[in-house]
Structure formats: C-alpha cells, structure tokens
C-alpha cells in the first residue's frame, strides 16, 4: 500500500545496516566513549578499526559498510545481541534514560555475580567446616576480623551455618 511507505517509497527495515550504523553511534555516546576508545575496544575485540572507520560509519556521506565481522564486533563490545544491535532506537528514550539503564543494567548484572560468589564462597566454608568441625569458631572470629563489622560478620557466619547464601 502506498499509505505504508515513506516519502522515498521504500519500506523502512526493522534490521538494517543503516540502524547498526545509528545503534553504533547512540550505544558510542550512552557509554561515553570516543570514536577512539571505541575502535580500540572493536580491534581488541579481533577486528582492525581504526577511529577513521568508526566517524566514517556513524556520519560518513556515503556512510561506510559494515561488514558481518565488524556488526559481530560491535554487538560483542557493546554486550547487545546482534538482533538489538541491528534494531532502531527506541522512541521516547534519550541519552540521559538510556545512560541510567545502562548503569542499571551493568550493577545488576555485578550484584547477580557477586551474590553468586558469595553463596559459592559460603558453600565453600560450610563444607570446610563440615570436614574440619574444629575450625568453625575460629573462621567465624576471622569473619569479624576481616569485615569489622559486628552485624555483618554474624549475618555472613549465618550464612555458613545455614550451608549457603541463598
């Protein structure tokens, strides 16, 4: 249907090279990073780009190819799925909102692994004293020694008697 396309005629693709150029750009500016420090994480990520490549892809007339490589590179760089990678922006969401998502997003993931270190850790002490019963007061004083504090020493030495974190 006519009504459907855009002015130029052509049907807007969900996924396109045109929409990874737009992502690189936005997700370059969400992190903070320069064209620089975004062509060195891309090359040490295993593909050569250089800052040239990288203005050249977010602005260049024409604007620079992007080849398969380079799209996994990025997504890779980014910590995004491909799919997303190659998805429009979304509307309604400036840099401000996708900053606090990102750093949202980023100590959620740190929180999960932490508390999963933690529980494994925990596990780990447990079992310890589990094999060496004569250990347990010592590993709990050398809790409060380490942490300082009193409520989170016996928060964390609860831990280890309940068997974990969790």
Known sequence: MAGDRPEGGEVPLLYSEGNVAARV??????????????AERVTRAGIKMNQTAVWRIENGTPRRRINLDE????????????????SPPLEGLDIDGRRLVQEAVEAFYEAR?????????VVAIADHIKAHP????AIHEQCLRLMGDERDARTLSNDI???GHY
């Not at 692994?113 to 850790?121: I, T």
């Not at 004569?134 to 007061?137: F, G």
């Open 25 to 38: 750009a936005l997700e370059r500016e969400v992190r903070g990073w320069s064209t620089i420090e975004l």
């Open 71 to 86: 799209a996994l590179a990025f997504s890779r760089v980014f910590e995004l799925p491909l799919e997303e990678l190659m």
């Open 113 to 121: 692994d932490g508390r999963d270190r933690l529980h494994h850790a």
């Open 134 to 137: 004569d250990s347990s007061r």
């Open 161 to 163: 008697a309940d068997g």
